[in-house]
Protein backbone atom coordinates (compact mmCIF):
# COMPACT_ATOMS: atom_id res chain seq x y z
CA UNK A 1 0.00 0.00 0.00
CA UNK A 2 1.39 3.82 -0.94
CA UNK A 3 1.11 6.58 1.44
CA UNK A 4 1.29 10.22 0.37
CA UNK A 5 3.16 11.98 3.25
CA UNK A 6 3.45 15.80 3.93
CA UNK A 7 1.00 16.49 1.00
CA UNK A 8 2.85 19.92 -1.18
CA UNK A 9 -0.17 21.14 -2.09
CA UNK A 10 -1.36 22.05 1.49
CA UNK A 11 1.54 24.71 1.44
CA UNK A 12 1.08 26.32 -1.59
CA UNK A 13 -1.26 28.46 -3.66
CA UNK A 14 -3.86 26.28 -4.75
CA UNK A 15 -7.39 26.93 -4.69
CA UNK A 16 -9.00 25.41 -1.36
CA UNK A 17 -11.52 23.20 -3.44
CA UNK A 18 -8.18 21.98 -4.67
CA UNK A 19 -6.56 21.14 -0.83
CA UNK A 20 -9.93 20.18 0.60
CA UNK A 21 -10.34 16.52 1.57
CA UNK A 22 -14.14 16.41 1.07
CA UNK A 23 -14.31 15.29 -2.62
CA UNK A 24 -17.41 16.96 -3.61
CA UNK A 25 -15.77 19.93 -3.69
CA UNK A 26 -14.70 20.53 -7.13
CA UNK A 27 -12.49 23.59 -9.26
CA UNK A 28 -12.70 23.94 -12.80
CA UNK A 29 -9.39 23.35 -15.16
CA UNK A 30 -9.55 24.85 -18.48
CA UNK A 31 -7.17 23.09 -20.35
CA UNK A 32 -3.81 23.81 -17.54
CA UNK A 33 -3.80 24.82 -14.15
CA UNK A 34 -0.51 26.02 -12.30
CA UNK A 35 0.23 25.19 -8.36
CA UNK A 36 3.00 27.16 -6.72
CA UNK A 37 5.15 25.92 -3.55
CA UNK A 38 6.07 27.96 -0.82
CA UNK A 39 9.54 26.10 -1.35
CA UNK A 40 10.96 24.05 -3.48
CA UNK A 41 9.66 20.13 -2.88
CA UNK A 42 10.80 16.61 -3.68
CA UNK A 43 7.22 14.85 -5.42
CA UNK A 44 7.47 11.73 -5.97
CA UNK A 45 3.58 11.14 -6.19
CA UNK A 46 0.46 12.82 -7.35
CA UNK A 47 -3.25 12.11 -5.96
CA UNK A 48 -6.14 12.74 -8.20
CA UNK A 49 -9.76 12.49 -7.30
CA UNK A 50 -13.08 13.79 -8.66
CA UNK A 51 -12.60 14.15 -11.64
CA UNK A 52 -14.08 13.80 -15.13
CA UNK A 53 -10.40 13.54 -17.13
CA UNK A 54 -8.77 10.84 -18.38
CA UNK A 55 -5.08 12.10 -19.02
CA UNK A 56 -3.07 14.44 -16.99
CA UNK A 57 0.22 15.56 -18.03
CA UNK A 58 2.01 16.58 -14.85
CA UNK A 59 5.41 18.68 -15.33
CA UNK A 60 5.39 16.55 -18.72
CA UNK A 61 5.13 13.20 -17.38
CA UNK A 62 1.69 11.94 -18.50
CA UNK A 63 -0.75 9.99 -16.15
CA UNK A 64 -3.68 7.84 -17.45
CA UNK A 65 -6.17 8.24 -14.99
CA UNK A 66 -8.43 5.55 -13.84
CA UNK A 67 -9.68 6.16 -10.59
CA UNK A 68 -9.37 7.72 -7.44
CA UNK A 69 -5.92 7.27 -5.73
CA UNK A 70 -1.98 7.65 -5.61
CA UNK A 71 -0.39 7.95 -9.19
CA UNK A 72 3.32 7.30 -9.39
CA UNK A 73 5.80 9.59 -11.22
CA UNK A 74 9.57 9.75 -11.73
CA UNK A 75 11.12 11.89 -8.67
CA UNK A 76 11.30 15.39 -9.46
CA UNK A 77 12.66 18.62 -7.39
CA UNK A 78 10.09 21.65 -7.66
CA UNK A 79 8.68 25.11 -6.75
CA UNK A 80 5.61 24.60 -9.05
CA UNK A 81 3.49 21.45 -10.49
CA UNK A 82 1.99 22.32 -13.95
CA UNK A 83 -1.38 20.58 -14.90
CA UNK A 84 -2.75 20.27 -17.88
CA UNK A 85 -5.60 17.78 -18.66
CA UNK A 86 -8.66 16.95 -20.74
CA UNK A 87 -10.65 17.41 -17.75
CA UNK A 88 -13.09 19.89 -16.89
CA UNK A 89 -13.20 19.92 -13.26
CA UNK A 90 -11.44 18.35 -10.17
CA UNK A 91 -12.04 17.77 -6.66
CA UNK A 92 -8.47 17.10 -5.30
CA UNK A 93 -4.80 17.15 -6.16
CA UNK A 94 -2.31 16.28 -3.81
CA UNK A 95 1.74 15.76 -4.52
CA UNK A 96 4.85 14.70 -2.43
CA UNK A 97 6.12 11.66 -1.43
CA UNK A 98 4.38 8.17 -1.95
CA UNK A 99 6.12 5.86 0.73
CA UNK A 100 5.45 1.86 0.35
CA UNK A 101 4.00 0.53 3.43
CA UNK A 102 3.56 -2.87 2.95
CA UNK A 103 1.03 -5.04 5.18
CA UNK A 104 2.08 -8.17 7.17
CA UNK A 105 1.43 -11.98 5.16
CA UNK A 106 -1.55 -12.80 3.56
CA UNK A 107 -4.63 -13.36 5.78
CA UNK A 108 -8.15 -15.33 4.59
CA UNK A 109 -10.96 -13.23 4.11
CA UNK A 110 -13.46 -13.29 7.14
CA UNK A 111 -16.64 -11.83 8.17
CA UNK A 112 -15.77 -9.44 10.93
CA UNK A 113 -17.56 -6.69 12.93
CA UNK A 114 -16.62 -3.52 14.93
CA UNK A 115 -19.44 -4.63 17.41
CA UNK A 116 -17.87 -6.24 20.50
CA UNK A 117 -20.17 -8.20 22.58
CA UNK A 118 -19.61 -7.66 26.56
CA UNK A 119 -20.70 -9.94 29.81
CA UNK A 120 -22.30 -8.07 32.39
CA UNK A 121 -21.17 -8.64 35.75
CA UNK A 122 -23.93 -11.13 36.53
CA UNK A 123 -22.28 -12.91 33.63
CA UNK A 124 -24.70 -12.59 31.30
CA UNK A 125 -23.43 -11.78 27.27
CA UNK A 126 -24.47 -8.67 25.33
CA UNK A 127 -24.71 -8.62 22.01
CA UNK A 128 -22.96 -5.60 20.30
CA UNK A 129 -24.74 -2.83 19.63
CA UNK A 130 -23.70 -0.34 17.01
CA UNK A 131 -20.68 -0.99 14.82
CA UNK A 132 -20.88 -2.20 11.40
CA UNK A 133 -20.03 -5.54 9.64
CA UNK A 134 -17.86 -6.34 6.09
CA UNK A 135 -15.68 -8.52 4.96
CA UNK A 136 -12.22 -8.09 6.39
CA UNK A 137 -8.56 -10.52 6.38
CA UNK A 138 -9.13 -13.14 9.43
CA UNK A 139 -6.33 -13.14 11.62
CA UNK A 140 -4.26 -15.93 12.13
CA UNK A 141 -2.49 -16.51 15.02
CA UNK A 142 0.18 -19.24 15.05
CA UNK A 143 1.51 -21.36 18.20
CA UNK A 144 4.59 -22.87 18.82
CA UNK A 145 4.83 -25.43 21.26
CA UNK A 146 8.21 -25.84 22.72
Known sequence: ??????????QSDAPD???????SETTEISGSITIVFDR????????LANTDGTTFTIN???????GNGLYLINQ?????????????????IGAGIGINI????????AYCSTANPRMTLSG?????AGG?????QKRTRILFNS
Open 40 to 47: QRTINAIG
Open 76 to 92: IQTNTLTITADATYIGR
Open 1 to 10: MRILFNDAVQ
Open 17 to 23: TIKSPIL
Open 132 to 136: YNYFG
Open 124 to 128: QVIHG
Open 60 to 66: GQVINFN
Open 102 to 109: PTSVRKEP
